[in-house]
């Protein structure tokens, strides 16, 4: 009879444990991909600035010549990422393809010009920066005219500026509701021993002797737990690099290996301080309080 109980209890305990150590785990995971989240929001960001481009047309009359030396001058610029020459006759194509049929049947002639896709570095995508590249550029011989889409990138930075402003916010608010989290599984971990705890402050057992037990322990679970956190974040960092590899998650080893030490840290910081509390929480109560 009494080893059919101490195999339930055994049981029960090892269950509570598992428990806290999946919540712990749980919520240093979310933590994690919120911290993920941080770390790219520049490159993410950065990704989506660079889609935008300025289309500068080339004018009919220049010389072969004077369009490679602004080809020559665009690259060496510190603002280009990128260049694309589309011959007027590409440009026809592209237009025939789009709209499913040939407009120079009925025109006649190619009314489209020679054309260069001009992509900006993310740090010069901005309404300002832009301008001064386009009035720059407008007083090149070979330039015709340069266009793109600026309430499209008046609305870009703006958004990013916002998204990046609640990014920090809401992981601001979700470590603090984390850490909660931990702190009120690991008090419903030493609660479950008050009466425990304060047998043993009955018969004589020190404060520190009672506590050392549940801290050691707690700082276990929060160790076991960040471990299957940082093992779940890793799967989800691979699943992500491989499904969206320009963003290059696993660029930054530095930057990870921070955030994944941060995870590791915290859990045993955030377990040690609520078992520490939890535990001098029912050694000062009275008995009679233990029921409540």
């Known amino acids: 009879m009494g ?3 101490e195999k339930y209890q055994k049981r029960r305990l090892q269950s509570s444990y598992i428990s806290v150590i999946l919540s712990i785990a749980f919520v240093l995971f979310l933590l994690g991909l919120f911290g993920l989240l941080v770390l790219n ?23 072969k010549q004077t369009v490679k030396n602004l ?12 260049i694309t ?3 007027k006759e590409e440009a026809a194509e592209l237009a025939k393809e789009e709209n499913g049929e040939d407009f120079m049947d009925f025109l006649g002639y190619n009314p489209l010009k020679n054309s260069i896709d001009l992509t900006l570095k993310a740090d010069f995508v901005s309404p300002e920066k ?14 015709f005219e340069i266009t793109y889409d600026k309430s499209l990138i008046a609305l870009l930075t703006k958004n990013v ?39 043993m402050q009955m018969v004589g057992a020190t404060k520190y002797f009672i506590r050392k037990p549940f801290v050691w322990n707690s700082i276990k679970l929060g160790f076991v737990g960040s471990l ?36 590791l840290v915290l859990g045993i910081i955030i377990t040690w301080f609520s078992a520490f509390f939890a535990t001098q929480r029912f050694l000062n109560l009275r008995t009679d309080q233990l029921y409540y």
């Open 3 to 5: 080893t059919s109980f």
């Open 41 to 63: 929001t520049k490159k993410v960001s950065d990704y989506f600035k660079e889609q935008a481009s300025i289309t500068i047309f080339i004018r009919d009359d220049v010389e």
């Open 71 to 82: 080809q020559t001058l665009l690259k060496s610029e510190d603002y280009t990422k990128s």
């Open 85 to 87: 020459y589309v011959s």
């Open 130 to 143: 832009m301008s001064e590249i386009e009035s720059q550029l407008i007083k090149n011989e070979a330039v």
């Open 161 to 199: 500026k916002r998204i990046s402003l609640w990014v920090l916010i809401f992981s601001g608010l979700f470590t603090l509701i984390a850490m909660i989290l931990i702190n009120n599984s690991i008090r419903l971990s030493v609660y479950s021993k008050r009466f425990t705890i304060k047998t």
């Open 228 to 263: 299957v956190a940082m093992a779940a974040l890793a799967v989800a960092l691979y699943y992500m690099n491989s499904n969206f590899p320009e963003f290059g998650f696993l660029e930054n080893t530095t930057l990870l290996a921070i955030l994944f030490g941060s995870i």
